[in-house]
């Protein structure tokens, strides 16, 4: 057999108060059927997002999603060699775009979103202007390497040319409701602080729908592909950046109306050498509680946990953030202790593998 | 021949038919290349692996023992700055299918086995954010066909969805299923064809071809009325007379 597998996998317990995080085209939270019941449901690709910017706060290496990557190149040409023309950046843009098989429109745009790096876009300046003829295939592999954290984890589509494409090396649920929702309507009016004695009657009025939920959130990274997108140093950095970021971000919908923005409660993190596990079968019989859900969420979870213990490799690492007394892991004491205990134990993986190579 | 039973479920899922930008459908049970694409994953075939394509060879059924509850997600991609589009995705939700897969070739159906509790790519539903629920349940049998095996096989539903069953049909101590499986399988039903027959995954050129399917129903019993007596029901004046 080939190298062995390293997958990560991130569980996370997270209550929110009453919110209105991620909407569908009616404007009411978006909800899911597990075990028969209604969930309250927040979609990955919303929390992906919310990953990407909060990347972006913390000036993690993120790249840009755009249309508008030839005038980031052009700008980029500008500030390398601010000697340059307009016209001459622009030809030169044109023609990488061209060598990478990436259509422009007549307003240089490309056809669809383009997600590129910023050190994608040092390099390929870079080559511009030491190049006059162009390689396509030198173009090609600076377009492919130096991918920014959030290309590498959420993959890249070029509709052009798909030799551009990066696969995702993470995965990201759907996060569910671990307990069955009923969906509440605030029924609101506004009043016209000007309205003369005579008139009655509010000037507005509507409704927002919303919910409340202990979430069941799940992520994993394929940390071999993740080397495979980067190299090992940066892939290991790169796990600890997703997983801070993954447990701090929130999508800002309806924030704030709602000042919604809770931390979680608990955290699981496993790293496994066979197969990612998505412990959401916890919740399939939905917890029933008149005594607040996180604690009995927690002990679900890790009942859960055992019981998949059965099937599947033992752990190189396990480890629990938020239960002080937890019996199924090594027990945190914070975030950075968790940060630095996962990184520990995944250089250390990474380490066996190249030994073993 | 050998055959592997894989138990999908999630609360998610979704098995495209006509992929188009805008709107993105899903059938009402797991497709052959769906589940091909699965197997491709765990094996570690990147998408223009040419060895993707002998796995259409693999015998295939399945069985739909809970039947998903459609929804359509609402989706906006913003193109740059203030320009949003609209998109909508069909998943199925709250489902269990029983998916049979098996081939002469012994050797490779233990490959797949330990392939699929050992993935090198993630395993997914149809859709990269279905994750599946717990561990993959994977049973293999050995000199049956996946036809052979879901017809015998216990029902699978969840626990809540067989008592809900046994509540609304409190006389019924079977149920009957949905089966769709490969022509060749059931010889003497009606065949449908159906694009589910994979040419490429390679994202520059997406390709399916067309495959024979044919539809069976099976009966089973329900398990949380064994042993019980089916009470009467038919009445019939003239056997007093």
Redesign the interface.
């Known amino acids: 057999m080939t190298a062995k597998n390293l997958y990560l996998d991130i569980n996370v317990l997270q209550t929110v108060p009453s919110s209105n995080l991620n909407r569908d085209d009616t404007g009411a939270p978006k909800t899911a059927l597990y075990g028969g019941v209604t969930r309250a449901r927040v979609s990955s690709q919303s929390w992906k997002r919310a990953v990407r910017s909060t990347f972006r706060e913390d000036n993690v290496n993120v790249g840009t999603r755009t249309k508008e990557a030839a005038q980031l190149l052009v700008n980029e040409l500008k500030q390398q060699d601010t000697t340059l023309e307009d016209d001459v950046a622009w030809a030169k843009t044109d023609a990488a775009f061209k060598a990478a098989g990436v259509k422009l429109n007549k307003e240089h745009e490309t056809g669809a979103l383009l997600l590129i790096s910023r050190g994608q876009l040092e390099k390929l300046a870079q080559y511009l202007l030491a190049n006059d003829d162009l390689d396509k295939k030198e173009i090609k592999k600076v377009l492919k390497g130096d991918q920014s954290l959030d290309l590498a984890l959420f993959g890249r589509m070029v509709a052009d040319n798909p030799e551009l494409n990066v696969d995702a090396a993470a995965q990201v649920a759907h996060a569910i409701s671990t307990h069955e929702v009923v969906p509440e309507y605030d029924y609101f009016t506004a009043l016209d602080d000007l309205q003369g004695e005579d008139e009655t009657g509010a000037a507005m009025l509507g409704s927002i729908e919303y919910n409340s939920s202990t979430l069941y959130r799940y992520a994993n990274v394929n940390v071999n592909e993740l080397v495979h997108n980067l190299n090992a140093e940066d892939a290991v950095h790169g796990v600890a950046d997703f997983i801070k970021d993954f447990l701090l971000s929130m999508p800002t919908g309806k924030q704030n109306t709602f000042a919604n923005k809770t931390l979680p409660s608990y955290v699981l993190i496993t790293l496994r050498p066979d197969t990612p596990v998505n412990l959401v079968s916890a919740f399939e019989k939905p917890v029933d509680s008149r005594d607040g859900y996180v604690a009995a969420s927690i002990d679900r979870l890790e009942a859960e946990y055992q019981t998949t213990q059965q099937f599947v490799d033992t752990p190189r690492l396990n480890v629990v953030l938020g239960k002080a007394d937890s019996q199924i892991g090594e027990v945190a004491t914070n975030l950075a202790d968790l940060l630095s205990k996962v990184t520990g134990s995944l250089t250390e993986a990474i380490q066996d593998e190249d030994t073993n190579a | 021949m050998k055959t592997l039973t894989l138990r999908l479920t999630?609360?998610?899922q979704s098995y495209g038919n006509q992929a188009t930008f805008e709107r993105r459908t899903s059938g009402d049970f797991p497709s052959k290349s769906a589940v091909i694409g699965m197997i491709a994953a765990a094996l570690?075939y990147?998408?223009d692996d040419d060895r993707i394509l002998a796995l259409n060879d693999l015998v295939f059924a399945v069985r739909v023992d809970q039947g998903g509850?459609p929804?359509t997600?609402?989706?906006t991609?913003e193109?740059?700055q203030g320009t949003r589009k609209?998109t909508h995705r069909d998943?199925l939700?709250?489902a269990v299918f029983m998916v049979a897969v098996g081939s002469e070739d012994e050797a490779m159906m233990t490959r797949i086995y330990e392939a699929l509790?050992?993935?090198?790519?993630?395993?997914?539903l149809g859709r990269?954010?279905?994750?599946?629920?717990?561990?993959?349940q994977i049973r293999e049998f050995a000199d049956q066909t996946p036809l052979a095996v879901l017809k015998e096989l216990a029902w699978q539903a969840?626990?809540?969805?067989q008592k809900?069953y046994t509540k609304w049909h409190p006389q019924a101590t079977t149920v009957t299923l949905d089966m769709y499986a490969d022509a060749a399988l059931l010889p003497n039903k009606h065949q449908v064809m159906v694009r589910d027959r994979v040419e490429s995954f390679?994202?520059?050129d997406r390709r399916y071809g067309f495959r024979p399917l044919a539809t069976e129903r099976v009966t089973l019993p329900n398990p949380l009325l064994k042993g019980v007596d089916q009470v009467a029901t038919e009445h019939d004046p003239f056997s007093v007379l």
């Open positions: 999630a609360p998610l570690g990147r998408r509850k929804l997600e609402f989706q991609v193109w740059k609209l998943y939700q709250d509790q050992h993935p090198k790519f993630q395993l997914f990269r954010a279905s994750v599946p629920a717990g561990v993959l969840s626990d809540w969805y809900r390679d994202q520059r």
